[in-house]
Structure formats: C-alpha cells, structure tokens
C-alpha cells in the first residue's frame, strides 16, 4: 500500500464518521476526475413551509406601466420592509419587481383570459387565485388600486371555506383609488 | 380539446422559454399549451399568442429557499386545478423542490423533462437524480455533440433524442432584402450582427473592442441586437443601430456572420440559417459547455471561437470573416451539416401524451 494510500485509510479510521464520509467523498470525487460521487446527493422533494406575514397585500388591476410602477415605489416607501410587501397584479410588466425584494403575484389578465377559456367565467378565476394567494401568505392589511374585478370582491368578502358574514371587512380590506 | 402546461426556468433568459415555445407553436390545434414561466420574458410570451402565467425567480436575498419552493409548489397546484394539464413539461436544467412537490400530488398527469446537453464535464450530479420523476426526458439536439463530455451522454435512460429545437423554420425568415428593408440597412453592404449577450448586464470591454475594430472597415455596417427582455437590456455606445425584435432569426438573412455568444439557441439558430459565427464563449456558466461548444464550430469550419478575447486574436478571427470566400465556405459548411427542427418531433410527441389513451411507463422515482 503506498504512503497516501496509508494516509488516507488511517485518517478514514480515526476521524469522526462525518467528517471521514466527508473525506471519502471527495477523495472518490477528486480520484475520478468529478464524474463519480461515493454518496449521491439526497433528493428532496418536499417543502416545509410556514405562510410568509404580509403587512400589506398590494392589489393593482389594469393599470398601466407607469401607474404601477408609481404604486410599487410608493407601496415600498409607505411600508419600509419590501419583504413584507406583496403585489397582485394582471400586468406583465414584472421587470418593475426585479431586485426590489417586494413579492409580486401575475394573474393573467381578463383580456388573456376570455380569449382562451371563452366558455369560462374570469371572475371565478380571480377569486379563485386570490383565494389561493389568501392561503399562501398571511396578511396584514390589503389595499387595491385600478379596476377591481368582482371576483377579488367576491373573495375578500368572504373565502370559500367560511361563511361571508364572519371576515370582518375593516381590518381585511383597505380600498385606495389610483391617483 | 386537451392542455399541456409548458414550465419553463430562467429568471431573465430567454433560450428555456423560446424552447417551449418552439414546442407549443407546433401542437396540433386540439392541443391547448400554457405557458408557465419564471422569465421576465412574460411580455413576449403573451405577445406571441400563449396563454401565459408567471412565477418570478427566488431573489436569494429577500427569501430563503424553502419559503420559494412552499410559494412555487402552492402556485403549480393551482395552475394544475385551474388547467388539468395532461401532460407537464419542464424545460429547465434544475427541477425545483416546489414544483415537483406540486406534480407528485394525484391526479398523476404525464411528466416530460425538457433537458439539453453540453454540460460541463463532472457537473450536474445532482440535477439529474431528478430524472427518475418523469416520465421521459427529452433531449433537443446538440450540433456539438461529438464533444460533449457531460453527465447526460452517459445518461440515456428514458431518454428521447430530437433533433436541435429552434423557434423559426428557414421558411419564418425573411428574405435578405426584405430583411434590410426592416431593419433600415442599405443594401449591398457587408452586414454584421453584434449579439453580445455574452457577459452579463455589461457591454463588455470585447465587445467594444469589435466594434471599433469594425467600424474601421468601410464597406462594414454593423447592428447590435438589444435584448427584449429590460432587465437584459445593456447601455449601448452612442450612435450604435440597434434591433430588438423577436424573434431575431427572422431577420439573420439580413446579415452576413454575426458576433454572439454560444448558448444553445443562437448557436443552433446560426449554423441551420448558415450564417458564419464567431462565438464568444461565457466560461462563467455553471452547467452550459459553451467553450466546448463553440471551439466545436470552429473545427467544424462553420464558424470560429475567440476565448482569449485579445485584441491579436480578434483580429485573426476577423481576417475570416472579411474575406468573402473563407467567409462564403463557412456558410456552405454550415447548410451542409445542418439540421431539421426538433421541434415539431418534440410537439408530436407531447400531443401523443396529452391523448388519453396512450399510456405510458411510470418509473418509481425511489
């Protein structure tokens, strides 16, 4: 047996097992030139997750580039944290969101929409997804600008699972105007 | 009428996405696609004519991993409610823990991987113990083959080859003079298409030097491609053409060779249209083979590969490029050895699954 040979086992003997696998794994890694792992790596598939608090659920429904833009950069000033900002909106122009740390959720637009699930109502689908999105985060306080569908309506006075007459409306919806 | 449900990687790329899209534009008709993306590119996609939903990419410094993957996998599952895709169709190098999360939940719906190859030698190991949750990998064509020396040659299981996927069929280009009258080119002149995409968000110091070197050349008449992508967008030097239009192959007959990076897409799309390239290869990708790739090219003699980025070197490669006959050989060479789309296999065989009567093997992804 030669000497790094010698080395090799008789630090696999001694170390404690982690850090021995640790070793033999690289050892087996460097020795076939990166193609072979003497451990694969776990494959996980499951998430553990915990609802992210919102302070503010950002709503904006058909407005333009612009206008979201201006409601992005005053939604951030007025809240401070980014993180705890999420924005709901049908524009695609989700560039605006790039690097601001604010959270942003696309919902196709009703043009989109009716143009290819003619047979199928947008109003349930907002309501739908803003459910879902209800589910997902946990908020704080929502405010919307633009026009609103009636689905988002529809899911803030009430989600499926409970009766309409038990949300308290004050403390869950906050309604702005666009400038 | 029947969905499949295209999710496509990327956070401001834009070679996943074209990909699917190249798909989805060739399904038959009772095939319904929507468009998944975490692309900045969600303008395009809805501009193209897909239904399109849009799931941003983690910003790694306002939200840990797993809160990403638990908010991906509540957004997959409600795409899967709101659309019943039959068939799901990742496009992407790294399936993420959120999304397969959501597509392991009943009802079972047909899995494809969406998977090209080229990777770097020895990297990947953990991307594709992902490979046993789909159904079938599919693997689109690479014109550099013979030199791949990644983890997915050895890997065929369950794999099935088309052939290179490209967004347009030679017939989707436009005619050269057509082409220039688009693009406002004067005619008879010697046309250059700068793409250089290659380093990220800057306008790099090799870039500028091609284009000083160029402009010293009368007869040249140079145009740099603008990403349509904003975030992608790089400041350009003063009084430079620019063109930003999708996509690009539909004007390349408008040029003679271009100067570009070499990803998978542009890389392809030069050597089937036979427009000679001269290849800037990003070594900085962490699975992509471009250097391989594009050092390939030039032994293939459709085009050539400056990775020294020198000034002495640029200068060699141009000599190619200027000369009309070296630069006439590389483009024969190129229609010679090119292509057919793989697209339109790649389409058949997601409108096959989508069908429900066709079954097909599941694997335990144990």
Same mark, same amino acid.
């Given at each position: 047996m030669t000497l790094p040979r010698r080395v090799y086992w008789w630090l696999i003997r001694r170390l404690p097992p982690g850090q021995a696998r640790a070793l033999r794994a690289a050892v087996i890694y460097a020795a076939s030139g990166g193609r072979r792992r003497a451990f694969p790596p776990k494959v996980t598939t499951s998430v553990n997750f915990t609802p992210p608090k919102l302070k503010l659920l950002c709503m904006a429904w058909e407005v333009s580039e612009e206008e979201l833009a201006g409601i992005v950069q005053r939604v951030l000033d007025a809240v401070?944290?980014? !993180?705890?900002v999420a924005c709901v909106s049908d524009?695609?122009?989700?560039?605006?969101?790039?690097? !601001?740390?604010c959270r942003v959720e696309y919902v196709p637009p009703r043009t989109d929409w009716e143009s290819h699930f003619p047979e199928r109502d947008y109003e349930s689908f907002v309501r739908h997804r803003i459910d879902a999105l209800f589910r997902i985060y946990e908020v704080e306080r929502t405010v919307t600008f633009g026009a609103v569908p009636d689905g988002l309506l529809w899911s803030l006075v009430g989600k499926p699972s409970e009766p309409a007459e038990a949300v308290d409306l004050s403390d869950r919806a906050v309604a702005a105007s666009p400038q | 009428m029947s969905r499949v449900l295209f999710i496509t990687s990327n956070g401001f790329g834009l070679g996943h996405v074209t990909r699917c899209m190249a798909i989805a534009r060739r399904l038959p008709d009772d095939v319904e696609p929507i468009v998944f993306t975490l692309s900045e590119a969600l303008p395009i996609v809805r501009r193209e004519g897909f239904f399109a939903e849009y799931f941003p990419s983690r910003d790694q410094e306002a939200e840990s991993a797993n809160h990403w993957n638990g908010r991906l996998s509540r957004r997959v599952t409600a795409a899967l409610e709101e659309y019943d895709p039959a068939v799901v169709i990742f496009d992407g190098t790294y399936p993420y823990r959120g999304m397969l999360e959501a597509l392991r939940r009943p009802p079972r719906r047909k899995l494809l991987w969406v998977r090209r190859g080229m990777w770097k030698a020895g990297q990947g190991t953990v991307n594709l /113990?992902?490979? #046993?949750?789909?159904d079938t990998v599919v693997e689109p064509g690479e014109f550099a083959s013979a030199a791949d020396s990644g983890l997915t040659v050895e890997s065929k299981e369950g794999v099935v080859a088309v052939a290179p996927i490209l967004y347009c069929d030679d017939d989707d280009l436009l005619e050269r003079a057509e082409a220039e009258r688009e693009l406002g080119l004067s005619p008879g002149r010697l046309n250059v298409l700068m /793409? #250089?995409?290659? +380093?990220? +968000?800057v306008f790099s110091p090799s870039a500028r030097l091609c284009i000083e070197r160029l402009e010293r050349e009368s007869t040249v008449q140079m145009m740099v491609a603008e990403s349509p992508l904003q975030a992608r967008s790089v400041p350009l030097p003063e009084g430079i053409s620019k063109v930003s239009t999708y996509p690009l192959s539909k004007v390349y007959r408008a040029f003679d060779f271009s100067i570009c990076g070499a990803g998978y897409n542009i890389f392809h799309e030069l050597i089937a249209y036979g427009l000679p390239g001269l290849f800037v290869p990003n070594?900085?990708?962490?699975?992509?083979d471009q250097v391989a790739r594009a050092r390939y090219a030039q032994e293939a003699g459709v085009g050539r590969s400056w990775e020294s980025k020198t000034e002495q070197e640029l200068e060699d490669h141009l000599s190619w490029f200027l000369d009309d006959d070296r630069r006439a050989a590389m483009a024969r060479r190129a229609r010679d050895l090119s292509f057919e789309n793989g697209a339109e296999a790649a389409a058949r065989l997601i409108a096959e699954l989508s069908t429900p009567e066709v079954e097909i093997v599941v694997r335990d992804p144990a």
């Open positions: 401070g944290d980014p !993180t705890r524009s695609d122009a989700v560039h605006l969101f790039r690097k !601001t740390g | /113990q992902f490979a #046993p949750f789909f /793409q #250089p995409g290659w +380093e990220n +968000e070594a900085g990708t962490p699975l992509d």
